[in-house]
């Protein structure tokens, strides 16, 4: 039993959100919940439901940004995977034990009070990880 | 109504399927369904099932394939997006008609007999992305 059962999003880095929408909402035909500015984050970020789960174009607002400069180094595209984790504290505690690089300490609290970590890339294979507590879990007790 | 309902998968591309497994199967605790020879892929895939999506971890095995080639050129990471689609050839006129450059000019058919194009990263914001098609859609008339 891991606690993790739920894909949340895949973030996708992007250079211009409407133009990145002229191929996902209006040739590919996904909606678009919406839009939002998150100056906490220094981007904005459409949401695009995909079932249970969702894709997420983030555009960022700050070019001293750390993924500004992911953009400008890499170019756009896949930025990270998030998975949805029961107990944060749990599995913070069982990757920290197993020797497992987390881009901070602590989790972080975002705005609407869920709690999150990222995972860095180089214990993951590659992929930067965010963990974000919480959701709506099939089979709750 | 865009007949496109689903993530499938994120294929991530690895060097050492093994190595990647100490992280995604032991550490964070996801299921692994089973490791897969796929010659005709040029590739080792670990299945890893995450709700109704799944994690796929892709291991080249011909250096001389696109894979291996974008494996030594970017390192590991995300490889992939694909969705599920519920009538390709449907999809496919509608993203021509929009001008959208996909990799090839017909679907290819994998083993499974299921059928699936990729749309190339130019048209999409950088993502490559595979649409797929068949799946069990919930709400099937």
């Given at each position: 039993m891991s606690g993790i059962e739920k894909l949340n999003h895949v973030a996708v880095v992007v250079a211009d959100i409407e133009a990145a929408l002229a191929f996902?909402?209006?040739?590919?035909?996904l909606e678009l919940a919406g839009v939002k500015d998150m100056p906490e984050q220094k981007s904005r970020i459409a949401f695009l439901p995909l079932g249970g789960s969702e894709l997420e174009l983030v555009q960022p607002t700050?070019?001293?940004?750390g993924i500004a400069k992911n953009l400008a180094k890499r170019g756009p595209g896949m930025h990270h995977l998030c998975l949805e984790v029961r107990d944060l504290d749990a599995t913070i505690g069982r990757l920290k034990g197993k020797g497992i690089r987390l881009t901070s300490e602590a989790p972080m609290t975002a705005a609407d009070g869920r709690r999150m970590i990222f995972v860095h890339p180089e214990s993951t294979g590659g992929v930067l990880l965010e963990l974000y507590e919480g959701g709506e879990f099939a089979e709750t007790p």
């Open positions: 996902w909402r209006d040739a590919l035909g700050d070019p001293d940004s």
